[in-house]
């Protein structure tokens, strides 16, 4: 099926690992983001993508690194986890300018223990 | 401080009722978008809007976006139990970072 697919589901790292969350999508989308979902706080913007070899910060990117080495993939990586990186965090891909709404993955819930 | 305000947080209604979400902002959007989300799931797009006092519907959904592109509202007519998620407004500054605000809960009794 056509869409975004984030693996893993879940995943429970302790403080310090690192790990990386990967995320691809079969759409031809230029655009590709990654989000963070906390209680009360909605959708945060890490990182984006606006097309292969090109990436930006959004809102929270300390602790995170993001690449674009092909149109399909955008993996987040945890460089060294800590528990204020326990959440869910979701991949979206669309086309560019946005109006066209995006297509998210189904998550990873992460915790930090 | 939230660039994207909802109201109200929750609502819990019966099944047959109407009801209206509200999203605002003091920043002018390019585009608007409505998604909904189940638990354990990712949002799902409902509606992109773009033009100001714009209104989309979608069955027993209205959209419309603000005439000054600052706010949005969604009404649910009859709302049924398949209504219940979490309704999420985003906003376009046109920057290419989609800024989302934190949600309406809404909860259908049947």
């Known amino acids: 099926n056509a869409g975004v697919t984030q693996t893993p589901k879940f995943q429970v790292l302790k403080t310090g690992q690192s790990m990386t969350l990967q995320c691809a999508q079969d759409?031809?989308?230029?655009?590709m983001s990654w989000y963070r979902q906390d209680p009360g706080m909605g959708l945060r913007l890490i990182h984006y993508?606006?097309?292969?070899?090109?990436?930006d910060q959004g809102e929270v990117p300390n602790g995170y690194n993001v690449s674009r080495s092909t149109t399909e993939d955008f993996p987040l990586r945890l460089l060294s986890a800590a528990p204020s990186q326990t959440s869910v965090y979701f991949c979206?891909?669309?086309?560019?300018?946005?109006?066209?709404?995006?297509?998210f993955g189904s998550g990873t819930r992460l915790t930090v223990v | 401080t939230q660039l994207l305000e909802q109201s109200p947080q929750f609502l819990s209604i019966q099944e047959g009722e109407n009801l209206t979400v509200y999203c605002n902002s003091s920043?002018?959007?390019?585009?608007l978008q409505w998604y909904r989300q189940e638990p354990g799931e990712g949002p799902v797009l409902l509606v992109t809007?773009?033009?100001?006092?714009e209104v989309k519907k979608l069955k027993r959904l209205t959209f419309q976006f603000g005439d000054a592109r600052k706010d949005s509202s969604l009404h649910i007519t009859a709302a049924q139990t398949g209504d219940t998620g979490l309704y999420l407004c985003?906003?376009?500054?046109?920057?290419?970072?989609?800024?989302f605000g934190t949600g309406t809960r809404l909860t259908i009794i049947p």
């Open positions: 759409m031809n989308h230029e655009y």
């Open positions: 993508s606006v097309g292969a070899g090109i990436t």
């Open positions: 979206a891909s669309g086309d560019r300018g946005q109006s066209y709404g995006y297509t």
């Open positions: 920043s002018v959007f390019s585009s």
């Open positions: 985003a906003g376009d500054l046109g920057n290419e970072k989609l800024t």
């Open positions: 809007v773009v033009t100001g006092g």
